[in-house]
Every structure is written in C-alpha cells, then in structure tokens.
C-alpha cells in the first residue's frame, strides 16, 4: 500500500521560511527509487522542485530554487522533507510529494515519472 501526506504548508512573509513534510508509508519507503517534490501554480503546470534517491542519497534540484531549499530524508521516521528559505512570492502554491518504483528514470523532476502523489499542502508567500 502507497501513502503519501504531506504537511507543513502556510502563510509566510517573503524571505521567510517553511518546512514541508512528507510521511510515506512503510512499503513505499522500503521499495521507492524515488521521491520528489512538486508544485503547482494557478494557471501553471505541475513542476519538479526537488527530489531524493533511495539508493545513495543523491538528491536534484529544479534551477530555480536551486540555492535556497533542501531535500532530506529521515530514514527511521520514514519522512522526505524540504526546507523552503528566502521565499518569494512566486514560490506560492501547492505542493506535492510524489513517488515511484520504476527501475530507470530519464528525468527525476518529471512529473509523468512518477506514480504515486500525496493530497498537496499550500504554501502562500505574501506580505
């Protein structure tokens, strides 16, 4: 069985910080090769942000948020977290950790490679 849920969304003002979270249930952790973060803005498609590899830790970063959040994982509570910093506005809108279990992947921030998707949690950054 795959879940995904992720939490620690909100309202933050620019150059604040937030820390997302996303539980993943035992049998995706023990089996996924990846798991990514996505978000999406209105009137925008879904995109990658970040994501981690099971194997060796190896972790990809969309451009353009390359320099200011941080994936991670703790590997005993079974949770993926990214570390927003510096946001700015058009960092706004919901984001969604998603998994897989394909053997081989030709773009880790795709999101047609993935196949399991958590509910999304909002981030708005306003002052």
């Known amino acids: 069985h795959v879940k995904l849920v992720e939490s620690g969304g909100g309202l933050v003002q620019p150059g604040g910080s937030l820390r997302l979270s996303c539980g993943v249930s035992d049998f995706a952790f023990k089996h996924y090769q990846t798991v990514g973060w996505f978000r999406q803005t209105p009137g925008k498609e879904r995109e990658g942000v970040a994501c981690i590899l099971r194997d060796d830790g190896r972790t990809y970063y969309a451009d353009s948020v390359k320099a200011r959040f941080a994936i991670s994982r703790d590997n005993d509570e079974k949770v993926v977290y990214l570390q927003l910093n510096d946001l700015k506005a058009e960092d706004t809108g919901v984001y969604y950790c998603?998994?897989?279990?394909?053997?081989?992947?030709?773009?880790?921030?795709?999101?047609?490679?993935?196949?399991?998707w958590g509910q999304g949690t909002q981030v708005t950054v306003s002052s």
């Open positions: 998603a998994t897989g279990f394909r053997p081989s992947y030709r773009d880790y921030l795709n999101v047609n490679e993935y196949d399991y």
